[in-house]
């Protein structure tokens, strides 16, 4: 597609429930990445995948938190039994890399995550 | 580690004044990348710029300037004549190997007609 793809734009849950979602990288974009951000604050790095490389899950928060990426294209974080505190706007990106000369990380237009 | 500082909160400015806004960085890296993200009021981070570190050319896109300087690790951007469309959350990033993004707290600009 032309742009990073998220979905579901919006999502209200209830405590304790497991919710996922989705995102779907630009065509041929090698590297895709999950941020979230909490109200007013700023963003905060969860999960990297590279290629066929293991992924850098240094910033998910609990193991509540997980994320796959199916054929080296679209990805899935999956947030199990929410807590109010999972509440933000998850926003992913993808990227071609630093082979790119002057290409950055694309964002998509995220999933604002409610738990009530 | 790595480190973003954007020291300030928000700018406050009439429309056509100029605002700077800065950014500081620390990284042991002698590779890496700087950029700079605009997040507007319907909350689509935007790219603007990316710097490579060993690029230190400053550069000019518009009402927009970036002025990179390894020697004092900032990274700091110009809008020139302001408008109220520019009214937005500005990220300044610092990546190594163009893994883990980490962004600066945000600088909120509000441009007042």
């Known amino acids: 597609g032309a742009g990073v793809s998220q979905s579901p734009s919006n999502k209200v849950t209830e405590k304790g429930k497991d919710v996922e979602l989705r995102c779907d990288p630009i065509?041929?974009?090698?590297?895709l990445y999950w941020y979230r951000q909490s109200l007013g604050q700023g963003l905060e790095f969860l999960i990297y995948?590279?290629?066929?490389?293991?992924?850098?899950k240094s910033g998910l928060p609990s193991d509540r938190f997980s994320a796959e990426r199916t054929g080296g294209s679209v990805s899935t974080l999956t947030i199990q039994r929410t807590q109010q505190e999972d509440s933000a706007v998850y926003l992913c990106?993808?990227?071609?890399?630093?082979?790119?000369?002057?290409?950055?990380?694309?964002f998509g237009s995220g999933t604002r995550l409610t738990v009530v | 580690a790595q480190k973003v500082t954007q020291a300030q909160t928000e700018i406050s400015v009439v429309e056509k004044e100029d605002v700077t806004l800065d950014c500081v960085y620390e990284?042991?890296?002698?590779?890496?990348?700087l950029f700079w993200y605009k997040q507007p009021p319907s909350g689509e981070l935007v790219f603007l710029i990316r710097?490579?570190?060993?690029?230190?050319q400053n550069e000019i896109s518009g009402r927009y300037s970036w002025n990179f300087q390894k020697s004092t690790s900032s990274f700091n951007f110009t809008i020139t004549a302001s408008q109220v469309v520019d009214s937005a959350v500005y990220f300044c990033?610092?990546?190594?190997?163009?893994?883990?993004?980490?962004f600066g707290a945000g600088t909120q600009v509000v441009v007042t007609p």
């Open positions: 990106a993808s990227s071609l890399g630093p082979d790119s000369p002057r290409d950055g990380y694309t």
């Open positions: 065509s041929g974009h090698t590297a």
């Open positions: 995948f590279q290629g066929n490389s293991a992924p850098d």
């Open positions: 990284t042991r890296d002698t590779t890496y990348y």
């Open positions: 710097r490579n570190s060993f690029d230190e």
């Open positions: 990033a610092l990546s190594d190997s163009w893994g883990k993004l980490q």
